[in-house]
């Protein structure tokens, strides 16, 4: 098989398709978008049917059972599909907002229009329900998706793809705007990341490996998230109650996540009344825990951490403490161990918690609040294609807007150049 | 000698000076503009010197004399390159900005605060202003700066960039925010631009040639400006006389730039009033015309335009005409060989005026204007770091917005995720 030849018709395809949608207005795409939902959910036993394929090969092949499970379409996960669908269908459009206009001297008007960015193109692993969200927010602003799934899910992508593609095009969208690299074949990833000029983004979705081979190999700009080594620096004018909360909660209440803290740094001052509480705390949730060498001397039975533990993303219950000397030496460590993801401080000093939101350089800097609550969702963002580790274009969690771009839009009355 | 060590070195030094420059304030940096000016002038004499060696060495290789040209440093040429620095120190900051902020429902009030965005290399030919020019934008937004100039500059840029380093550092700026990759050697780009996590952004400023050598090898992203293939379209509801003066500015004026005109596409019922007054005009100028059948019937001596023209950006005065039946066709036509630089419709019809500027997918898009006036001084934006022709992160001139990122603020009250 050609994979170089029919990954370039698909993704011509996309394009052709992204410049008809420039003239398809918002009450069509929610009307597709609601169609398409409720193909989805009227279409649930052949989805069933399909996705019963993958789940039997990634049985026969052995495959985890936690891969397994993430690869299950249960009657519950196809009705959040919709679900979703119906939620992006009423989230506001972000194409066609101008976001500044002014005038100039010759009296030439001059605006930035939000506008589609073209073809993007999505690669991710095995959660079918990812073709579904990623297809609506790529359409709800205006963008044509080049899909690219897992090989484990073909089945249940191709049969999500067919339905809502059909449901999209019965209301007037271009079928290219919805399109499958139906490859299970890796080489269809390396060609489609090469295609400069006809697929303007690439946002993968998946593990640590898969990021960095397409951002190794791409020539068409790459928005991804790397790893979350997020932490909390407890200051030593903390509400240490507060502290407590908020500690406990970024590192227990979902540790396999990118925004659970990995290290909590505390502030001399208030290490001895701080850490024996807190520590008992973690100790009896069950978080294995490694300290620094004063930490050790104030709690029992905490292993000595190592330089590289702090590098870690362990996403488990598992905490690097270390007592700092004070703020200026727990910004430092941010910014050496760190992975810029999110970052809080915990104080009630109002010109130290000015100066962390200032010169902490990651993608969300909070002052009392829970490193957990980095999420579109909790930041009222609507929907999220995923976070952003990078600082070009977008930076955390990336809603619809994140999908646009901007243009100038000029209204002249016959202006020349000098 | 260790090319790869002296790069990573380098751009760890920057990378170190970014974090510094957090802290700095808008007033610290605005003072180190305004001292870097004053040494530049009052160290003319030295930059001559410097300068006379590249010349020289330039004329001994025998290059040709616009590049001879570029490469001089006047004292006219001098004292603008000090004009350019104080000009930046009194454009407004954009770090700290906070451009939108929210409270959500659990009381934790969420906003977007505009940030450097770290460390930015610049990667440039011949001309050796471009060294203060970038280095002044780059500081003014909270960046470090990472030069690597042509290496014909080279004694040139070497001089620069220790005037600035000197002026800035007195003025409490790390030493770090402006580093000069002092190689000649092309490796070096090489090097720099694969420096993930260090470096966070490339800007090259050149030939194409240099624009996809970076575009291929990098692993950091790239804003990157190719051709500019613009056009103008006279619909059947222009003003004939305003019509003619915009396609004659927008060819004319300069056309050696990317935002002339190389292709002007005119409405069938118009052509035969419009055309052949608008093609004595050019004629007359020193154009060479280039047209489809239609202008051929209508204007004697027109060459016969080749399909290949279309995609041509000649810099120089030639121009492609070509009749088409509707603005639809002329969509088509834009779409098909334009480069989304800048397109113009010069009309009176306020229903095709909305489209065209809704439709057409431009880095600017005009109606009733010069297409010669797409640019950063322009349309106010200050000072100008070169046009984007990317659609991922900034798409047009890039001021000093264009030379930050966001971040996500959060402050709280003790908020926890549920």
């Given at each position: 098989m050609d994979i170089r030849g029919f990954v370039l018709e698909k993704a011509t395809e996309a394009k052709e398709a992204a410049r008809r949608l420039l003239a398809v207005n918002t009450e069509q795409k929610n009307r597709a978008l609601v169609r398409m939902a409720e193909e989805i959910v009227a279409n649930?036993?052949?989805?069933?049917?399909?996705?019963?394929?993958?789940?039997?090969?990634?049985?026969?092949?052995?495959?985890?059972?936690?891969?397994?499970?993430?690869?299950?379409?249960?009657?519950?996960?196809?009705?959040?599909?919709?679900?979703?669908l119906r939620e992006v269908a009423q989230l506001p459009d972000p194409v066609g907002e101008i976001t500044k206009m002014w005038q100039r001297p010759n009296g030439m008007v001059v605006g930035r229009m939000r506008v589609p960015i073209g073809v993007i193109g999505i690669i991710y692993e095995s959660r079918p329900n990812v073709t579904a969200d990623a297809t609506s927010l790529c359409l709800k602003a205006g963008n044509a998706v080049l899909l690219r799934g897992g090989s484990e899910a073909i089945n249940s992508n191709r049969a999500i793809v067919s339905i809502l593609r059909k449901a999209a095009s019965e209301e007037g969208i271009p079928e290219g705007a919805i399109t499958f690299i139906d490859v299970p074949d890796r080489a269809a990833i390396m060609e489609m990341i090469k295609l400069e000029g006809i697929v303007d983004l690439i946002i993968p979705r998946g593990g640590e490996?898969?990021?960095?081979?397409?951002?190794?190999?791409?020539?068409?700009?790459?928005?991804?998230?790397?790893?979350?080594?997020?932490?909390?620096?407890?200051?030593?004018?903390?509400?240490?109650?507060?502290?407590?909360?908020?500690?406990?909660?970024?590192?227990?209440?979902?540790?396999?996540?990118?925004?659970?803290?990995?290290?909590?740094l505390v502030d001399e001052p208030v290490a001895d009344r701080f850490l024996p509480v807190m520590l008992r705390r973690f100790r009896e949730a069950g978080v294995r825990l490694k300290g620094c060498e004063k930490t050790r001397t104030l709690f029992a039975e905490v292993e000595e951490v190592k330089e590289d533990d702090f590098y870690e993303e362990y996403l488990d219950l598992v905490l690097n403490v270390k007592v700092v000397k004070d703020m200026d030496e727990a910004m430092e460590h941010i910014a050496r161990y760190g992975s810029s993801h999110t970052e809080t401080i915990?104080?009630?000093?109002?010109?130290?918690a000015m100066r962390f939101l200032r010169e902490v350089d990651s993608s969300a800097v909070m002052v009392n609040a829970s490193t957990r609550l980095n999420d579109g969702g909790q930041f009222g963002l609507g929907a999220e294609i995923g976070i952003s580790t990078d600082k070009i274009h977008a930076r955390g969690p990336m809603g619809l807007e994140e999908l646009t771009c901007t243009k100038f839009i000029v209204l002249g009355s016959g202006q020349l150049r000098e």
């Open positions: 649930a036993a052949v989805l069933k049917e399909e996705n019963q394929k993958d789940v039997e090969y990634a049985k026969a092949k052995g495959l985890s059972s936690a891969l397994v499970d993430r690869l299950t379409l249960t009657d519950k996960r196809i009705h959040e599909m919709a679900e979703g490996g898969l990021i960095r081979t397409v951002t190794e190999n791409a020539r068409v700009p790459v928005l991804k998230h790397y790893k979350g080594v997020c932490h909390v620096f407890v200051d030593r004018d903390a509400d240490l109650k507060m502290a407590e909360e908020i500690c406990f909660n970024a590192k227990v209440q979902r540790p396999g996540t990118c925004n659970a803290m990995e290290t909590m915990v104080t009630d000093n109002y010109e130290r």
